[in-house]
C-alpha cells in the first residue's frame, strides 16, 4: 500500500468518489455481520448443516457461498481506496485520512462522510478525534 501527499484541493477531488463508496463499504460491513451470525447460528442449531446432501446443508452452503462474495466485494472496495493514497480510518462513521504537507510539517486532512468536504487536519502523532479546523493550520507557521 502506497500512501499518497496530497494538496487541500486534491483532497477535496476525491471526496465525491469516497462518499458513495464510504457509504457501500458500511452497508457490506453491516451485511456481512448478519450473514455471519446467521451461519453462527445455522451451525449451532442444525446438526445436518455439514452433511451438504440435506435440504439445510444446500441453504448453508448458498448462504456461506454468498457471504463469500461478499467478502471479496468488500476487499476489492478497501483496496479501491488503498489505491487512492489515502488511509481509511473507520468504515461506520466514514473517516479517511490524507497526508498533507504545510510547510516543514507533515499533517492529516481529515474528512468524514457527515463533511461537505475537508475542513479539518491533526497531527501524526494525535487521533482524528482531535482534529482541528484547516483555519487553525493555516495560522501556524
Known amino acids: 500500500m502506497k500512501y499518497k501527499v496530497f494538496s487541500i484541493e486534491d483532497a477535496n477531488a476525491l471526496v465525491p468518489t469516497l462518499k458513495p463508496l464510504l457509504i457501500e463499504l458500511a452497508e457490506k460491513k453491516s ?16 446438526e445436518n448443516n455439514n452433511n451438504f ?20 466485494s468488500f476487499e476489492t472496495d478497501l483496496k479501491q481506496i488503498a489505491e487512492y493514497g489515502c488511509v481509511l480510518r473507520d468504515i461506520e462513521k466514514g473517516v479517511v485520512d490524507f497526508y498533507h504537507v504545510y510547510g516543514k510539517e507533515l ?5 468524514m462522510n457527515t463533511d461537505e468536504d475537508i475542513q479539518f487536519w491533526y497531527e501524526l502523532d494525535s487521533h482524528y478525534r482531535n482534529r482541528l479546523p484547516l483555519t487553525d493550520l493555516k495560522k501556524r507557521t
Open 31 to 46: 451485511t456481512m455481520s448478519k450473514m455471519h451470525d446467521a451461519l453462527l447460528t445455522m451451525e449451532l442449531l442444525d
Open 107 to 111: 499533517v492529516f486532512l481529515n474528512w
Open 53 to 72: 446432501e440435506t435440504e439445510s446443508g444446500q441453504e448453508y452452503l448458498r448462504r456461506a457461498s454468498s457471504l463469500e462474495n461478499l467478502i471479496v
